[in-house]
């Protein structure tokens, strides 16, 4: 069977490895493994997020090797980065709860400051910032008013069809506002809130999802066919497992995983970080098993595992607007099918034609 685009190929795995087994002889030897495998020139994509946690992995082990130096320099590049996306992160927490506007910080900097042991393990450039569903018009137009530019957004078919939105702004440059916490099905978000945690960013208080909910949301993102492959989702699990404050409350991922439809994606998670942590109940994956998945969830999944190469096809094309349609209510399936008709015979025409 052809490895899925989302799991690691064995190379990747050793690094992997390196840095998340507990065992500190074995992470060597794991090191020791990858270096006589992968020239650092040649450091893949999906590769070099994890190259903050493997530089102090390696501090942490006392590994001394000729290449630490460049290590940490990459560590340094991605410092780098996150403190250029924390201004404006920040700038964007202080607009909103400056006019009242409840916030919760999602992605790198949620999972940097409440999972992990180290924050500078974890690179903070991906900043996504959740806004009630109610409040969503009014936190764009004030983030408008401070020089923030909202890309395609309409206030009714924006909020009805996306869970997320990009802003730009000259000098903090990208931020991801988003109003839902899943990209699976129209949801309202009010479940992520009534299990947020409070949580201080810098000097400003908002609030972080609670652990199962990070996991649930590192497993749709790390599955995502509109996403890179990346190592990172992986050990971002695994620290939201281990964290020390307030475990992962396993029948919360699962009620949450039926609910968003997710089941298919936590429990393939679980099952391959077993490997790597022993610790994550088999009666939990068990119970997932036994969740039914939608027919679009399968078709999702299957599309997220195939190769890069594939993800712009027409099968590719037809299959996410076959979850689209599948999504709807019987009504608006059918006649969003009749205003796309022609829209699929012109692709269908052009395909032969090639």
Known sequence: MNRKRFWPDPSQEL??????????????????????????????????????????????????????????????????????????????????????IPTMLAGGAALAGSAYPDPAARGMEDTEIVVPLAALERAVRLLESHGWLARNFDPVRTPEWFAACALLHPEHGETWLRWRPFNTRRNSGQDWWEAAEAFQYEDTATHVPCAADQFLRASERGMDPAFPASLQWLAD??????????????????????????????????????????????????????????????????????????????????????????????????????????????????????
């Open 237 to 354: 699990s695994v620290f939201l497992i281990r964290r020390a404050a307030a475990p992962l409350d396993w029948k919360r991922l699962a009620d949450q995983a039926r609910r968003h439809h997710l089941a298919l994606q936590a429990r393939e998670a679980l099952g391959y970080l077993r490997h790597f942590e022993k610790s994550i109940p088999g009666d939990v994956i068990a119970a997932l098993a036994r969740i039914p998945v939608p027919l679009d969830a399968r078709i999702e999944y299957h599309l997220a595992g195939r190769p890069a190469s594939k993800q712009g096809d027409l099968t590719h094309k037809f299959g996410n607007a076959a979850c689209r349609y599948l999504r709807m209510e019987p009504g608006e399936r059918l006649g969003q099918f009749f205003r796309d008709v022609p829209r699929v015979a012109g692709l269908l025409r052009r395909s032969k034609a090639g």
């Open 15 to 100: 690094l992997l490895a390196l840095c998340l087994y507990r065992e500190p002889d074995a992470a060597a030897r794991c090191w020791r493994e990858w270096k006589a495998r992968v020239d650092l020139d040649d450091l893949d994509h999906a590769s070099f997020p994890l190259m903050s946690l493997v530089y102090l992995r390696l501090r942490e082990l006392g590994i001394e090797d000729a290449e630490l130096g460049r290590i940490k320099g990459l560590h340094r590049y991605r410092w780098t980065q996150s403190q250029v996306a924390a201004r404006g992160r920040l700038a964007v927490l202080k607009a909103l709860g400056g006019d009242g």
